[in-house]
């Protein structure tokens, strides 16, 4: 496991060049990805997901990465919770993964729309017990009396699905952000920043530019 500080260090010294850089955003997250997965910090799949209310107003979470492929990034919820509502009104959001013990932030914006059933279903399977009972249990977003409302409810799963495996709830799976841009951010001193923005030209091809810190 390496340690971030130390990793830290060598990054901003080094910094982020244009050579440096892979042509193609889902190589690059890839490779940056991958090495924040081998140092020692806490919750690395952790990104903020911004969403748009009726009124314009954005709103922010934390949820986890999934999965991600050339077709993009997956994360998992109920379809009733407050995001889900934001993305059925408007389904341009934004993600970021906050790798600030690296010196690293990673920006991406994008469409999210929900993926196949059978693909929450594969997922959903792999979950432990414990978050397969919650997924039942909580009404996400929803307004509860208090906690007990949920324990107990929860403890009513339990005896439910007592023997079995655990089905997927109708109202919970994923949703796959399709990326419009993405912004690599590496930290350098005295706050001069590299940092380079891939979008895509009319032929679908991605291109890459640096922005002033």
Do not use: C
Not at 133 to 159: C, F, H, Y
């Amino acid at each position: 496991m390496i340690k971030a500080t130390e990793l830290r260090t060598q990054l901003m010294a080094d910094g982020l060049s244009r050579k440096a850089l892979n042509t193609d955003p889902f190589i690059q997250f890839q490779s940056w990805y991958q090495q924040t997965l081998a140092t020692d910090i806490p919750e690395p799949t952790a990104l903020s997901l911004a969403t748009v209310d009726e009124k314009g107003q954005p709103w922010q979470r934390m949820v986890l990465l999934k999965l991600y492929d050339e077709d993009g990034f997956v994360f998992f919820t109920n379809y009733s919770s407050r995001k889900a509502q934001h993305i059925s009104q408007n389904s341009h959001v934004s993600l970021l993964f906050p790798w600030h013990a690296l010196g690293r932030q990673v920006k991406i914006t994008g469409t999210a729309e929900k993926i196949p059933t059978s693909e929450s279903f594969k997922y959903f399977s792999t979950r432990p017990r414990g978050s397969q009972l919650g997924a039942w249990a909580s009404p996400q977003s929803q307004v509860i009396k208090n906690r007990a409302m949920l324990d107990t409810v929860l403890e009513q799963m339990k005896d439910k699905f007592l023997h079995g495996e655990i089905p997927l709830p109708d109202s919970w799976g994923g949703y796959r952000v399709t990326p419009k841009t993405f912004e690599f951010w590496q930290a350098r001193e005295s706050r001069l920043h590299d940092r380079f923005l891939y979008t895509q030209n009319q032929e679908g091809i991605w291109q890459f530019e640096r922005l002033a810190p």
